[in-house]
């Protein structure tokens, strides 16, 4: 990303919020449950699985943790009723992490032991940097309670990484691999795009070679490429792996490698806590910023 581009990302906040609407919708299936579940109706009958996830995150009280858990319950039971494709994601910070630890599990735990009766799984995000070693450990006593439908996410960028995975290794964790979006400082995270994906491509044969059902999230090329490569190479069974994409991005490509017989499954976040996640997707995105520019120098609303 450019320093102009860079600059305007940063400026992203400063736009009206029915502007960010407008260009972020693409990512986001709508503010109601109703919008994720005709999303991941759709996808099913493409042949396509779904995460769904409910927006929120750095939650201040415990009247909005609740009511987070409580929808993240009405998914688990909206995908059993529909039997669809699909799981539940989940962030520790909407759950209250920061009010207080040990409720925060309780929530947590309730879901993922919802989710094991209604023979579902659940995925625990990653966060930024302040909640990495909570998050595994969450992760890692709910393990050790005997749940097993329940996975974690790596992030490729963290120079941690790698050791967690190691740490981890025991369990068996099911992992979703990403590249990482938090900011965070040059001694905690690789900086370079090529540092990222060296690191991606190291933790990725790890997840492989040890045979661990492993989600490979990713939209760049190369690291697309190099997967589907690494997987002939190891012979992995479509059982074993799926690659992950998030709504609105390189729909095309996702198509493509569903056609070449992999298992896709695409990320759908809804709910009326769009804004915090619609800039991070146009951050993400320097076409996408670039595009607003235009739209805002015509001062084009309706397009």
Known sequence: MGVVTQLLARALPLLPRGFVWRVGQRYIAGTQLEDALACARSFAA??????????????????HAIAYARMGHEVLAAIQRERLPAYLSLKLTALGIDLDTERAYELLRGLVEDARQRGLFVRIDMENTPYTDI??????????????NVGIVLQAYLRRSERDLEELLPL???????????????????????????????????????????????HDEELLTFAEELLARYKVPPERYEFQMLLGVRPQRRQQLLRRGHPVRVYIPFGEHWYGYSLRR????????????RALLRMDWQR
């Open 282 to 293: 146009l951050r993400e995105n320097p076409n996408i910023i670039a595009h607003i520019v």
């Open 46 to 63: 493409q042949g396509l699985r779904s995460t769904i996830d409910v927006l929120g995150e750095f939650v201040t009280d415990w009247e």
């Open 172 to 218: 068996r964790p099911a992992v979703r691999l990403c590249k990482g979006i938090y900011i965070e400082p040059p001694e905690l995270a690789f900086q370079s795009r090529e540092e990222i994906r060296r690191n991606y491509r190291r933790l990725l044969e790890i997840l492989l070679r040890h045979g661990l059902p492993t989600a490979i999230a990713t």
């Open 135 to 148: 998050t595994l450990h969450f992760y890692r006593r709910l393990r050790q309670e005997g749940y097993d």
